[in-house]
């Protein structure tokens, strides 16, 4: 069984559209994350969420939305997408909250493109 | 930015080496991670290593922290071509619990 799954696997689509992307975690854990992977390999915590409660907000356009129904779930909902949003966006959750004191588990990634 | 830096960007060895990889971060962390990516998908946990702790083994691998230089290594023995990866190591940030950090990584190739 897949811990953390995300859909869809790849997502291409025109500037200008909106899109979500789905998580979902079977290890009964508490936080989930959404990760931004550039083509460099760099990557960057987006959110975090604890018990639905989000608790890490960084520096990301107000176009890009998580929520969370449920502490099992976390999408993402991107709107007005541009070229630059081009890129692995991944999923990961973790046991209790704060991100470094706990081992993260991770999806196997959504690569979005922008045509 | 309190973010891991990896060293070297690449590194390609035989079956068999030892593989080293380093790490350097810039403030004070309560705990470091170390990751592997294989190509194509998400990221694994390997081993976690707290601030207070100076050494850590985990069959093959070998983590070290010295806090005073702010930088970690990533030994692997006896190398696989399976190991064959990108490997990340992730920090946190001592007075913000929130905060968690990843490098760019070292890719890493073994050669059969």
């Known amino acids: 069984d897949t811990a953390v799954s995300q859909t869809p696997k790849y997502l291409v689509t025109q500037m200008g559209n909106d899109k979500s992307i789905k998580c979902e975690q079977n290890l009964g854990h508490d936080t989930m994350y959404w990760y931004k992977q550039d083509s460099k390999k760099f990557l960057k915590i987006m959110f975090s969420y604890n018990n639905k409660e989000l608790i890490i907000n960084e520096t990301v356009p107000n176009r890009f939305s998580p929520k969370s129904p449920d502490k099992a779930h976390l999408n993402l909902h991107i709107n007005s997408l541009e070229l630059g949003d081009s890129a692995v966006y991944f999923c990961?959750?973790?046991?209790?909250w704060g991100g470094g004191n706990q081992p993260q588990h991770f999806g196997d990634g959504t690569r979005l493109s922008i045509l | 930015s309190q973010q891991g830096e990896e060293d070297p960007q690449a590194l390609s060895i035989q079956e068999g080496e030892n593989a080293t990889m380093n790490c350097s971060y810039k403030?004070?962390?309560?705990?470091l991670q170390w990751y592997r990516q294989n190509s194509g998908r998400g990221l694994v946990h390997l081993i976690l290593?707290?601030?207070?702790?100076r050494e850590k083994h985990s069959g093959r691998l070998r983590v070290t922290l010295d806090t005073s230089k702010k930088s970690s290594s990533l030994l692997i023995t006896a190398s696989r071509a399976a190991d064959t990866a990108s490997y990340f190591c992730a920090t946190d940030a001592r007075y913000n619990f929130n905060k968690f950090y990843f490098g760019s990584g070292t890719k890493l190739n073994v050669k059969p």
């Open positions: 990961a959750s973790s046991q209790g």
């Open positions: 403030t004070s962390i309560n705990n």
């Open positions: 290593i707290r601030s207070n702790e």
